[in-house]
């Protein structure tokens, strides 16, 4: 019956992203009252899965990006012989166990995923495309957060900001008291993940001398360049392999 598995066969070779999204989490964000617009209970929580899907998962991508109920993943090597089926499964199921852990959820949440073909040159120009999307979520959420909280709806609220860009919205937030471009830069940019070498004090019961090793370990990190931007692409780069 292995001939009936759709997709079986269908494999990618390395290098390649896969992009997760949550399914529906306005929905559990709300019963757990996050804080609005933004909330670091839930960030912390987004950037610890991305940590173990890269230290823990075995799936062992290089590099993570995640803002909002977004994670996205660099990988350099393929797991699973490449089979996108397996990587995409296992990679969603994978955040979606964490994320209930890292969060004491009672309910279940899911991710959905999808793997992207790009080259180190086209993950810098899609690590951009994505940092940008969270800017724009970033100005929408904090001028809806507003609108609402002077009396709208949502849908009022939405309606309101239709067609504004964002040197209106960063007017509109001004005149409230507020500089967008002074917001937390885990807010504005998102955050990685990505493995780095450290120096670690250590004992050598043999020669009964202290000594120094080498670890590479996986560091969130939440103050990102710009990426688009010849140092932020530089940077990139330098933490993607």
Known sequence: MQEREIFRNLSIFPPFIVRLDGRAFHRFT????????????????????????????????????TFSDEISLFFPRVPFNGRVEKIDSVCASYAASALTLALHLTEPVAFDSRVIIAD?????????????????????????????????????????????????????????????????????RGIACYRTEIIKEGYNPVTDETVMTTRRVVVPDDGLPLFGEPDGDAWLCSHLI
């Open 120 to 188: 180190v040159p086209a993950t810098i120009a899609y690590m951009a495309m994505r940092q940008r999307e969270a800017w724009r979520n970033h100005i929408n959420g904090y001028c809806q957060h507003a609108l609402i909280g002077e009396g709208m709806t949502a849908v009022q609220a939405a309606r309101a900001l239709r067609g504004m860009k964002g040197p209106g919205m960063h007017e509109m937030m001004f005149e409230r008291g507020i500089n967008l471009a002074k917001t937390p830069a885990w807010e504005r």
């Open 30 to 65: 709300r019963d757990m009252e996050f804080e609005k617009p933004y909330d670091r209970r839930f960030s912390d929580a987004m950037t610890a899965v991305s940590e173990q899907l890269l230290s823990s998962s075995g799936l062992e991508p290089s590099f993570a990006y």
